[in-house]
């Protein structure tokens, strides 16, 4: 290509590089257009700020509770922290009271200079501290073993009383008979009640008779095993348990019945063991406290008419 051909190539380029007139316009205006978004968004941002909506404040609350609660944690956790290094420091000073040599009188006869060492001396003070330890958990042991076995004997004690309420009128031992007037054996003690008033068993068992009392058709008397040699008797019963039931501390027994002979209504009891009859007011620590116990005794020495 020559010279001309060059000069005219380029004439041509520059000719294609004269812009229009409009494209200043054009770009003015994308500019001022961006400009005015750029307020508007400003605008919309402090509108929003200040006059927040009801979303908007909602989101603020929680954000700032959680900020609350994030503040609380770091403090919590400084205290742990605190407390965390205390309690490290406490522990060391109790290993070192632990381990600490006891100071041992000085004998120069028996002073050489083969001694143990310093870690032979703590190895043994701590194997003296764990067998003591050992010793003292063995005898916990068999301690908490006598209380649970005599926690689980407890429950077959008669040690409550037969009723909730209700005045203990007559005891154990020699009283008159209220039709008779002979003195008699009192097997048991009488508590003056309402009829209908609920019989409670006095501690766990099993019902082994339910039957007639002789003298009044609808009255029975009730018999409660608790162990093989301890018994408790409960009349004049309206029953409502059988023969064979199993029955707990408090379990109803059935109905105090009022009889026609007696001068008042009230619940004979019972305690029997070995075969034989004893006062049950000893066996009533559960409910009554010993010098009650003995008040009611000294009450009874006299003897006193009985209800039946």
Do not use: C
């Amino acid at each position: 290509m020559g010279r001309r051909g060059v000069f005219w190539f380029s004439t041509k380029w520059l000719s294609y590089r004269v812009w229009p007139a409009w494209i200043g316009f054009v770009g003015r205006g994308l500019f001022l257009l961006l400009i005015a978004g750029l307020v508007a968004w400003g605008l919309a941002l402090a509108y929003f700020y200040f006059f927040p909506s009801t979303a908007i404040v909602s989101i603020r609350s929680r954000i700032a509770s959680k900020t609350d609660s994030l503040a609380i944690l770091q403090t919590q956790f400084a205290l742990l922290e605190a407390e965390k290094a205390r309690t490290a420091k406490l522990d060391s000073m109790l290993y070192r009271e632990l381990t600490a040599i006891p100071p041992r009188e000085e004998r120069p006869a028996q002073v050489t200079m083969h001694s143990l060492s310093q870690e032979e001396i703590r190895l043994d003070t701590l194997m003296q501290y764990a067998e003591r330890a050992r010793a003292l958990l063995a005898r916990h042991m068999q301690q908490e073993e006598i209380l649970q076995r005599l926690a689980s004997q407890i429950v077959h004690l008669p040690r409550h009383r037969p009723i909730e309420r209700g005045d203990l009128a007559v005891g154990f031992g020699p009283v008159y008979h209220p039709i008779t007037l002979q003195l008699y054996e009192h097997k048991g003690i009488d508590y003056i009640v309402m009829p209908g008033t609920p019989v409670l068993a006095t501690a766990d068992g099993v019902v082994r008779e339910v039957s007639p009392l002789p003298f009044m058709e609808n009255s029975y008397k009730v018999l409660v095993q608790h162990t093989p040699t301890l018994y408790t008797v409960y009349y004049p019963v309206e029953p409502t348990v059988r023969p064979g039931q199993l029955v707990g501390r408090d379990t109803r027994l059935g109905y105090v019945i009022r009889l026609s002979m007696a001068r008042t209504t009230f619940l004979h009891y019972e305690v029997w063991r070995q075969g034989e009859p004893v006062d049950p007011l000893p066996y009533l620590w559960g409910d009554l406290a010993p010098e009650e116990v003995r008040a009611y005794q000294k009450a009874f020495l006299s003897p006193g008419h009985g209800l039946h």
